[in-house]
């Protein structure tokens, strides 16, 4: 079992609130990801970073945020929530290596925060 | 266009039999594909990973092929267990110049009935 936690697991709020989802590994990974998941439908990558002040989009466009002030700890927030951005949300994690930020790691997600924006 | 294929879609078993998964991929380079397990409500867990020189791999009741040719891999679980059922991934990896980037199937849905 990963040492990865994302708070809250669930989460259903209005349109316009600002919302944060938690992510917090003990692991020492130097990179975290966040995914974005519609139900039957592949994951998306949002957002990723290499470490503590590093942080890049991933592939699919996302109205959220992301910061990396600590090594354990990579929130993402939204600004102004919306119907649209309801989904799953997973964290992810994974040792550094050299190069490429995927190649080889294997990565260790945490077990995903389901929003649902009224 | 890089994609990874997942067949089938879903899957009903009964307790104790085999079956099969079906991942078909179009990336190139090709660095290395997983399979991943995730449970409802959960994140995805990593069974088994494979480079180009790989053929197989087993952990425990699951075992992966890949065919780097034809670019096909397979997940084969044996006598089945009710804890199974889920969502089972198939990733892949490329040598991208600057970035490996992985891409993922949409999963294919095991129920496994008692």
């Known amino acids: 079992e990963a040492d990865i936690y994302q708070t809250p697991r669930y989460l259903v709020i209005g349109t316009g609130k600002k919302i944060t989802l938690e992510c917090s590994q003990t692991?020492?990974?130097?990179?975290m990801y966040w995914y974005q998941q519609d139900p039957g439908m592949e994951l998306h990558l949002i957002h990723y970073?290499?470490?503590?002040?590093?942080?890049e989009k991933g592939d699919l466009s996302s109205e959220s945020t992301v910061s990396r002030i600590r090594t354990e700890h990579f929130p993402l927030t939204l600004e102004s929530a919306r119907p649209s951005h309801t989904s799953q949300y997973l964290c992810?994690?994974?040792?550094?290596?050299?190069?490429?930020?995927?190649?080889?790691?294997?990565?260790?997600f945490g077990p995903g925060t389901r929003l649902t924006v009224l | 266009k890089n994609q990874v294929e997942q067949s089938p879609q879903s899957l009903i078993i009964l307790e104790g039999k085999n079956c099969t998964l079906q991942?078909?991929?179009?990336?190139?380079?090709?660095?290395?594909l997983r399979w991943y397990k995730q449970d409802t409500g959960r994140g995805p867990v990593s069974l088994t990973i494979?480079?180009?020189?790989?053929n197989t791999k087993s952990n425990g009741r699951y075992t992966a092929t890949l065919d780097a040719d034809t670019k096909q891999s397979s997940l084969h679980i044996t006598a089945s267990q009710l804890s199974d059922s889920a969502s089972y991934i198939c990733v892949v990896s490329d040598r991208g110049s600057t970035l490996g980037r992985l891409y993922f199937g949409r999963g294919t849905q095991l129920t496994v009935w008692p």
């Open positions: 494979m480079t180009f020189s790989e």
């Open positions: 992810a994690s994974s040792e550094s290596a050299s190069g490429s930020p995927f190649s080889t790691d294997t990565q260790y």
């Open positions: 692991m020492g990974h130097d990179k």
């Open positions: 970073s290499y470490g503590v002040n590093s942080t």
């Open positions: 991942c078909n991929y179009t990336v190139s380079p090709f660095s290395n």
